[in-house]
């Protein structure tokens, strides 16, 4: 007996028949009765339907009530990762850097004060010598950081009367290295006036044929530089975090919510601060809730981002004192041992779902914070109601993050280290203990229990590479999802369109490399 099948021009149309779309609902997919807490490696996203093209897709999300990023990306206020170079980068790319507070409150303040400055291709923080220096002093900067072209000043410092510059031509031939660079250095200097374009620079760079340009202030104070070598690099950063106002790159930074952090702050803000994060393990505290009540009634036009939290009753509290935006994640980050150590946590995917479908009914955005260890995490974590990620294993290791490139068995790597590490603790950055004791409310303990590990990370090369194939990957999952954008992926999240599927261990065996004898796993070019 033959089979009678459907017309197929009524496919489409058939679909009806079933009680229900292919796969599961957010809300059937973090069923805690039926599977407990999961991660993001314990499911996935079922594919939608395509009619655009993939950079087209719009990575616009909102990181507190005001303040809205062209890419969702925010970089960790962790001190092996966060500090000038990287808020820098992360601002130009889209995103925002968080810097970091294991540091006294002035060079916190200092590296939020050269973000806020930074106009592309020029270097705001060169190195800088004085006429007693020596060719030693010079031959050995360019062996640690591979150049010598340095500006001479009265003093030896930024924001001194411009006297010379020393070039590789200058030492090149010369063997003395006890010589005195006022000796030896070029007097005869092309420079330009504090306040040119970068498109007027690169003219005179062109036309002067010298490999730095000095940029000087109307005393004479040298105040930047911009390098022949940089000619080539500089581009254009049309996704770039600024301010509305006065054009400046954004920047955030962490405090603590002990007494001392409100004189932190207020440098900070001095600086140009646009958003602050109350940095804590737990947020859910009266010193926390304290704290925010502090700053909106002090620094009523700064954003508050605070956390960390878990849990909608945690979030409840932090909203309700006026907190902006929320920061989600306990013990799921790659160098945390919180959940081991203290028996405290939740699995990160249901902790964003359960926090973010909450604070979403308030208008509080939210920032997954931990466990992002690929693009397709970033994916997962905007699929359960982030608004952003916040990554810190991901960016550790790039040129970048803060920290000496070593080699150990033929690799390049980094130090990356928890703040909840006994390394932490033991770096003294103010009075009333560091960064890291009081996130973890540790500052007065005898016995230091870590929170955190010190580990090493292979060399990601830089994070202006590194950034921009995390947007094309996301735009590309976004495309495979059949959202236009985050927002739209979000809505339709939330109102069932967009479907899950639960993975089991074989599944996700199935999912990665498998059944090679060797490979190159090269993510992008």
């Not at 007097?187 to 730095?212: F, H, Y």
């Not at 690099?233 to 509305?244: F, G, I, M, R, T």
């Not at 985050?486 to 899950?500: A, D, H, L, T």
Request: proline share 3%; with cysteine.
């Amino acid at each position: 007996m033959s089979q009678t099948y459907l017309d197929p021009a009524q496919a489409v149309e058939a679909l009806t028949q079933y009680k229900s779309r292919d796969g599961l609902s957010v809300e059937e997919l973090l069923d805690e009765q039926l599977s407990g807490g999961l991660t993001y490696n314990d499911f996935l996203i079922l594919p939608g339907y395509i009619d655009f093209s993939a950079h087209t897709a719009s990575l616009e999300s909102k990181i507190t009530k005001k303040i809205t990023l062209r890419t969702p990306f925010m970089s960790s206020p962790m001190d092996t990762v966060t500090e000038t170079e990287m808020a820098i980068s992360m601002a130009l790319l889209g995103g925002i850097g968080i810097i970091h507070h294991n540091c006294s409150a002035e060079e916190q303040a200092e590296m939020v004060r050269k973000v806020k400055k930074f106009e592309n291709g020029f270097i705001v923080d060169p190195v800088v010598l004085s006429p007693t220096n020596t060719v030693a002093d010079v031959k050995a900067i360019k062996e640690k950081s591979g150049f010598c072209g340095i500006p001479i000043t009265e003093t030896g410092q930024l924001n001194s009367k411009l006297v010379g510059i020393v070039t590789a031509r200058d030492i090149q031939f010369h063997n003395d290295e006890t010589s005195l660079l006022k000796e030896i250095m070029t007097t005869d200097l092309v420079t330009a006036k504090k306040g040119v374009t970068l498109t007027e620079a690169n003219e005179i760079l062109k036309t002067s044929k010298k490999g730095k340009l000095p940029i000087v202030d109307e005393q004479g104070h040298l105040v930047s530089l911009l390098a022949r070598s940089d000619l080539l690099k500089n581009q254009d950063y049309p996704l770039a975090s600024k301010n509305a106002e006065n054009k400046q790159l954004l920047c955030g930074a962490a405090i603590g919510t002990r007494p001392d952090d409100k004189d932190r702050l207020a440098l900070l803000v001095d600086a140009g601060l646009d958003v602050v994060v109350l940095d804590s393990s737990q947020g859910n505290s009266i010193y926390q809730i304290e704290m925010i009540k502090w700053v909106k009634q002090t620094f009523p036009k700064l954003e508050v981002i605070a956390g960390n939290v878990v849990t909608r009753e945690q979030a409840a509290n932090l909203i309700a004192a006026g907190a902006d935006g929320l920061r989600i994640g306990m013990g799921s980050g790659s160098i945390c041992i919180t959940q081991e150590v203290m028996a405290c946590g939740r699995p990160q995917a249901t902790a964003v779902h359960r926090v973010s479908e909450f604070a979403r009914k308030f208008g509080v955005p939210t920032i997954a914070d931990g466990g992002i260890g690929n693009v397709g995490h970033i994916v997962k974590a905007i699929a359960l109601g982030a608004s952003a990620v916040m990554m810190g294993g991901m960016l550790a290791g790039t040129t970048e993050s803060p920290g000496e490139y070593f080699y150990h068995e033929g690799q390049r790597l980094k130090r990356y280290r928890g703040m909840g590490s006994i390394d932490a603790m033991n770096n003294k950055s103010g009075k009333g203990g560091n960064a890291a004791t009081k996130r973890y409310f540790s500052e007065g303990d005898t016995v230091k229990v870590a929170q955190g590990v010190v580990g090493n990370v292979v060399d990601k090369g830089s994070v202006r590479k590194f950034v921009p194939y995390l947007i094309t990957g996301l735009q590309h999952s976004l495309q495979d999802i059949g959202s236009r954008s985050i927002e739209e992926f979000k809505n339709k999240v939330y109102s069932g369109e967009v479907r899950f599927e639960k993975r089991t261990a074989s599944a996700q065996l199935e999912g990665g490399v498998h059944g090679l004898h060797s490979f190159e796993k090269k993510l992008f070019q």
